[in-house]
């Protein structure tokens, strides 16, 4: 009798959780505790970021596979036209090939890969084209052309065994195919259904349509899906979202939709579908950049998005690399904690997650609250009560600065506090409220802030007094985040008057500019470490939610705080992956816990039939 461990090697693995290393994807286990056999299969895929085109274009045709594509066509605004332009790419960066193709258009299609490539159809102009050109890895050349002259056409195959389907001639979508041998077009059994704009992959005598879209005097929107088996075309089941505009890669047994619009205009989704041969299953994830009129290549395991129209009609030279695997990204969360014994906004605060501490706020308070992370109680009160103060360090070990004090005064007073007393301490060297702090309360760091005057004037700690830095901040604001340590700092967002996104990184020495926050807000928070970041909350306006994540590059949003508030309180040395956000105007008493994004992997349950 066959077993399993003689087809694999090893016995059934027991266990009481799913395991999670990634050697566990194809292999069967027991879990116990649920009393299932189970498997971790690869399929679900992301998408990352890739280099950008050198033409901006949309309407592009596209061959190759993920680490070794090509580009070439389509439209470029400016100059505005049809474009010849053909770009290589490397699996990293694209390279413009010296020489473009013979004739400029846009809606063609094309098929094989980066060293041996066909291109077909297409707007020239004013006409519609049947031009066919051959690609040998350097330059294209004229060949025999379609028997219909028309654009956006369904495509699959090889540069010498290739299949035209669909598209528009004139002022009507057909249904026509046509078949290459790597000399001349021959026609064959037409489509089920006439379309243009489809998703096509495959080969010549296995092919895919599906999608697509109608006649512009009266428009229609498909999901149809159809195989063609080198003699007929046979309808399967539909795509779960109907589109057109689409790009589609892999085979006619294992494909993949990108994007595209529903309905035609600059309605467009990321939405990213996975064919079997039987059915279509939505992937969790979609593309990054929603788009339409893009070119592709690759296969359903390892594919590529490139160019194409975002939802303002903007085109577009981002490239976007498709990868499936065993491992699912888990985003991000926040969850409820317990209620703040005293609601206020306008705090100061410190410590991590588990080892909180929120002190002052708005109506100028004194007193503190320490939170162990699942309770607050009372804490010593400060000496001086104010509001719109800043603070950082640890639950035992905080430091508190600036603000306002009674009846609106700006403050420079600096307390210690070492778990039960505050203790006054150096003041700093200018007066300030809406600033940002980072460190610990023997090496802290404060910057921006009002004055009355918006100031970038950055100041540092050595735990006693406060020592002026000739640098200051780029942009100059207040209500800022912050996150990093004294001299690995982070400052995000703020008021300068008007809301600002505006990033910057402190070496100790300088400020640098860096990239921008997707969501420009001030009276936010932040934690972490200056490659590490998280930035959450604040006033766009109105209040929000939005949460970011910064790795020392570049920002990407997470999941939504449940509560929008600004002016609260965080856990200031946290790291990112575990933020804590309390308090908030008007006297919110909500604490909310972060849950930085992990992976899991992706378990499928074994059933008898």
Known sequence: MTTYKGLKGKTVQNYTTDPTDIEAEGQLFYNSTSGTFKTALGSFGTFSSGGNLNTVRYGLAGAGTQISALAFGGYNPSPAGATVATELYNGTSWTSNPTGLNTARLLLSGVGLQTAALAFGGEAGPSISAATESWNGSSWTSVNSLNTARYGVGAAGTQTSALAFGGQPSTTVVA???????????????????????????????????????????????????????????????????????????????????????NGTSSVVTSTELYNGSTWTSNPVGLTTAKRFFGGAGNQVAALAFGGLNSSNTALTGTEEWDRSVIVPVAGSWSSGATLNTGRSELGSAGTSIAALGFGGYAFLDTTSSYNGSAWTAGG?????????????????????????PPGSFSAAAELYNGSTWTTTGSLSQVRAGLGTVGLSTAALAFGGVTPAFTGSTESFNGSTWTTSPVSLNTARSRLGSAGLQTAALGFGGQTPSVTAATEAYNGSTWTSVTSMNTARDGLCGSGLQTAAVAFGGNTPPATGATELYNGTSWTTSGNMGTARELFGRASNAPSATALAFGGSPSNTATEAFTGPSTTLNYKTLTTS
């Open 381 to 405: 009160n400060m000496n001086t009560g104010r509001r719109a103060l800043n603070g950082t360090g640890l639950q035992t070990a905080a430091i508190a600065t600036g603000g306002y004090t």
């Open 176 to 262: 026509t195919t046509e078949s290459w041998n790597g000399t001349s077009w021959t026609a064959v059994n037409s489509m089920n259904t006439a379309r243009r704009y489809m998703g096509g992959c495959g080969l010549q005598t296995a092919a895919l349509a599906f999608g697509g879209g109608g006649n512009p005097g009266t428009p229609f929107f498909s999901a149809a899906t159809e195989s063609y088996d080198g003699t007929s075309w046979t309808t399967k089941t539909s795509m779960n979202t109907t589109r057109t505009q689409l790009t589609g890669a892999g085979t006619n047994t294992a494909a993949l939709g990108m994007g595209g619009s529903p």
